[in-house]
């Protein structure tokens, strides 16, 4: 199946404070996902994302398909970011999850 | 129904007994994933089905998990002979157009 490999492991911001996180792909791919897992577990996708780029608010995803890798950009962080972020790569109905970025935003 | 809903949220058993775990997904979803989820870990790829096609069973860890799907809808993992190692969130999702929707998951402990 596909590898997805994340980066970097965890990531501790100040509030206010822009991130990207990273995740890298080892095969062609028809879907990529990403998602924030909040403190209490629950997975919530944030993007649709097998290419180009989209923003929901001060969220925004950048997917380069040829290059087999994906960005999630956090912008002005808040307490409430906190959690672990996840992508997920899918060809052919198989997906795959990376290990996640675990975000911790300080007030 | 609104969501994928998951039961039992949290299940306490002994080591050696057997456990279900139930999955109803979104209406209208023909994909389901099992995912499995040990503390402070990412997500474990279980088992997909699609449809009436049959399931891709390739990331189930022993033949002590299976898992079934009636009737195109609500899906059913078993494990049996349950072990200290089985303790984890045992997560659902159900997909249309390729976006996933992820239950709130069952959260095993084997005592």
């Known amino acids: 199946g596909i590898q997805v490999e994340q980066s970097p492991p965890d990531l501790i911001l100040q509030e206010g404070a822009n991130s990207t996180l990273r995740c890298n792909f080892s095969?062609?791919?028809?879907?990529l996902q990403w998602f924030h897992q909040n403190p209490w577990g629950q997975l919530i996708n944030l993007f649709y994302?097998?290419?180009g780029t989209k923003q929901n608010g001060r969220l925004s995803a950048t997917t380069v398909a040829t290059e087999r890798y994906s960005l999630l950009y956090i912008s002005s962080s808040q307490t409430t970011d906190s959690g672990v972020y996840f992508c997920?790569?899918?060809?052919?109905?198989?997906?795959?999850f990376g290990a996640g970025t675990r975000l911790t935003v300080k007030p | 129904g609104a969501g994928v809903s998951q039961s039992p949220s949290n299940k306490v058993t002994e080591k050696g007994k057997d456990v279900e775990l139930r999955c109803d997904p979104i209406?209208?979803?023909?994909?389901l994933y099992w995912y499995r989820q040990s503390l402070g870990q990412g997500l474990e790829f279980l088992i997909y089905?699609?449809?009436?096609?049959?399931?891709?069973k390739s990331g189930l860890p022993s033949d002590r998990f299976s898992a079934e799907r009636t009737g195109g809808s609500v899906s059913t993992l078993t494990i049996q002979r349950t072990q200290q190692e089985d303790s984890a969130v045992y997560l659902c999702?159900?997909?249309?157009?390729?976006?996933?929707?992820f239950g709130a998951g069952s959260r095993l402990t084997v005592l």
């Open positions: 999702a159900s997909t249309r157009a390729n976006v996933l929707t």
């Open positions: 095969d062609s791919v028809n879907n």
């Open positions: 994302i097998p290419s």
């Open positions: 997920a790569a899918e060809y052919n109905n198989d997906m795959r």
């Open positions: 209406s209208g979803h023909t994909a």
């Open positions: 089905f699609q449809g009436n096609s049959a399931p891709d």
